[in-house]
C-alpha cells in the first residue's frame, strides 16, 4: 500500500465515521434533495473554505477541516442518490447504506490512484486554496451539466465530477494534517 492509499483510506474512515454518526441521527433526509440541491450544498461549503481562506479570519468558529469532510460526504451522497432507483425508499438503513458509502469511497480511490500515476502526486505540491478553486470550479461544472438536463458534447459527466471532489477534498485534508 502506497502512502497515498494509507493516508486516503485514513480520510475516509474520519468522513464515514461522520457520515454514520449522522445518519443515526438524521436518517437519510438528505434523500429528498434533488441533485442540484446536493451540488448547492457543495458550493456552499466550498465557498465558506475560500471566503475563509480570501479574509484570513472567520466568525463561525467551525475549522473547515470540517467543510472538506462535508464535501467528501456530500459528493459520496450525491453519487449515491444518482445511483438510487427513483423508487427507492427515502429512508435507507445505516446497515443498507454503509456498503454503498464504501463503494462509492473505493471506487474514488481507484480513480485517485490512477491520476495519481499519471500526475506523479503533483497535489503534493499544490496550495490548499489552488485545491479549493478547482473543487468551485468542478462545482460550476457539474452545475452547467444539470442546467444541460445531464448532456455533454464531450465532457465528462457529473459523477466524474464528484469523484474528483471528494480526492481534491482528501487532498486538502491529507495536505492540513501535514501543516500541524
Given amino acids: 500500500m ?4 494509507s493516508e486516503y483510506k485514513e480520510v475516509i474512515a474520519l468522513c464515514k465515521d461522520v457520515f454514520e454518526k449522522k445518519t443515526k441521527d438524521y436518517g437519510t433526509a438528505w434523500r ?3 441533485l442540484p440541491s446536493i451540488t448547492d450544498q457543495l458550493f456552499i461549503k466550498a465557498q465558506r473554505i475560500r471566503s475563509i481562506q480570501e479574509k484570513g ?3 463561525i468558529e467551525e475549522d473547515i477541516k470540517n467543510e472538506f469532510i ?3 460526504n456530500y459528493s459520496i ?3 449515491i442518490q444518482e445511483s438510487l432507483d427513483e423508487n427507492a425508499p427515502l429512508e435507507i438503513s445505516a446497515e443498507d447504506l454503509m456498503p ?3 463503494a462509492v469511497a473505493d471506487e474514488s480511490l481507484a480513480l485517485l490512484l490512477d491520476k495519481n500515476h499519471d500526475y506523479d502526486e503533483a497535489w503534493r505540491d499544490m496550495r490548499i486554496s489552488s485545491i479549493t478553486d478547482i473543487i468551485l470550479m468542478k462545482l460550476y461544472r457539474v ?3 444539470e442546467d444541460n438536463k445531464g448532456k455533454t458534447l ?3 459527466p457529473v459523477k466524474a465530477n464528484y469523484q474528483d471532489m471528494i480526492n481534491y477534498a482528501v487532498f486538502c485534508l491529507i495536505k492540513l494534517k501535514e501543516e500541524k
Fill in 2 to 5: 502506497t502512502q497515498t492509499e
Fill in 70 to 72: 462535508g464535501i467528501i
Fill in 77 to 79: 451522497i450525491a453519487i
Fill in 100 to 102: 454503498k458509502y464504501q
Fill in 32 to 34: 429528498i434533495l434533488r
Fill in 154 to 156: 464531450i465532457s465528462e
Fill in 143 to 145: 452545475k452547467q451539466i
Fill in 57 to 59: 479570519t472567520q466568525k
